[in-house]
């Protein structure tokens, strides 16, 4: 088992940063790759970035690729996702996700493990 707590959201205005982070405990975190995903009200979970367990290889959305920087220190059993440059519509709330098999990134049913989600809100 691994359990995820995200941290670091709040509320920020557009053009701002925020940095959330994914503490993670039980299980070799070096061994599980990362998925950060969000759910604005009334839409579904999407995906937003990702980082395999050596953290050399990343994948990101269209929508935040050029803002939003996926990375892991796997000393300290932790992910983090800096968004910079935040417009309105980031608004929801953050997930992060672990798999210890991960084949396509982007995808939900990727992911054994989940953190509660923390709110992100933008305002113009």
């Known amino acids: 088992q691994v359990q995820l707590v995200e941290s670091g959201g709040g509320l920020v205005q557009a053009g701002g940063s925020l940095r959330l982070s994914c503490a993670a405990s039980g299980r070799t975190f070096s061994g599980y790759a990362v998925g950060w995903f969000r759910q604005a009200p009334g839409k579904g979970r999407e995906f937003v970035a990702a980082i395999r367990w050596s953290g050399r290889n990343t994948y990101y959305a269209d929508s935040v690729k050029g803002r939003f920087t996926v990375s892991r220190d796997n000393a300290k059993n932790t992910s983090y996702l800096q968004m910079n440059s935040l417009k309105p519509e980031d608004t929801a709330v953050y997930y992060c996700?672990?798999?210890?098999?991960?084949?396509?990134?982007?995808?939900?049913?990727?992911?054994?493990?989940w953190g509660q989600g923390t709110q992100v809100t933008v305002s113009s």
């Open positions: 996700a672990a798999t210890a098999h991960l084949d396509v990134p982007s995808v939900r049913s990727e992911y054994n493990y």
